[in-house]
């Protein structure tokens, strides 16, 4: 084999590695993503009676309102009427991390806490800083951007702390069957200037 034709060989077993990695990171990315989307769903509709949460005059502000009918404007395309028929999981990590932020510690986090005893003591802060990163990653990975530069190990700890958080049982399920943090250490994510791309299949 020439130098070319290894040196070919080599990227090409690189790239599958991040391809492999990525696909990896991205099952911990969507199970802390719909954990949290339901947390949220089923706490607030308990709190508020009602499945719409986000019309009760207890929770939603003009801006709120405002904000939730451009996001099914552009699920849907044109406008239509906020709904409980609207389909939840439609919504991006974003739009979940934006609801555990200062504006809404008492209309969200506030009942949130009531549904883990340790979310109280781990702190809203803490828990939407963190959600920050995963949901940073989430993009990179979707947008083809690149990852390796990042500490994934810490991304992939805090992927599991906070799903841990919200569902023990599912954390503890998935960190038993994934080998995510095998492929974070086989692709040595900080070796100095990778500049390799990454995706995931979905994409």
């Not at 077993?13 to 802390?32: D, M, N, T, Y």
């Not at 803490?126 to 940073?136: E, L, S």
């Not at 390796?148 to 038993?176: C, F, I, V, W």
Request: glycine share 4%.
């Amino acid at each position: 084999m020439n130098s070319t034709s290894l040196y070919e060989s080599q990227i090409s077993k690189r790239i599958i590695q991040i391809f492999e990695l990525s696909g990896a990171l991205w099952v911990h990315i969507c199970l802390l993503e719909v954990t949290l989307r339901e947390a949220i769903n089923s706490t607030l509709k308990n709190a508020y009676s009602r499945m719409d949460w986000w019309n009760s005059p207890l929770f939603s502000s003009p801006n709120d309102r405002r904000y939730f009918i451009q996001i099914t404007k552009r699920l849907n395309g044109h406008a239509q009427t906020f709904g409980p028929n609207i389909h939840l999981q439609h919504f991006s990590l974003s739009f979940w991390v934006r609801l555990l932020g200062n504006k809404y510690v008492y209309r969200v986090w506030r009942h949130l806490e009531n549904l883990s005893p340790t979310l109280k003591a781990y702190g809203r802060r803490n828990f939407q800083q963190k959600a920050i990163i995963i949901r940073d990653l989430r993009n990179a990975i979707a947008h083809h951007a690149p990852i390796l530069h990042r500490n994934l190990a810490r991304d992939l700890a805090y992927m599991h702390e906070l799903t841990d958080l919200l569902s023990p049982g599912l954390a503890r399920a998935l960190k038993e069957q994934s080998n995510a943090e095998s492929l974070v250490k086989l692709v040595k994510i900080n070796t100095p200037g990778a500049k390799l791309w990454t995706t995931h299949p979905g994409a």
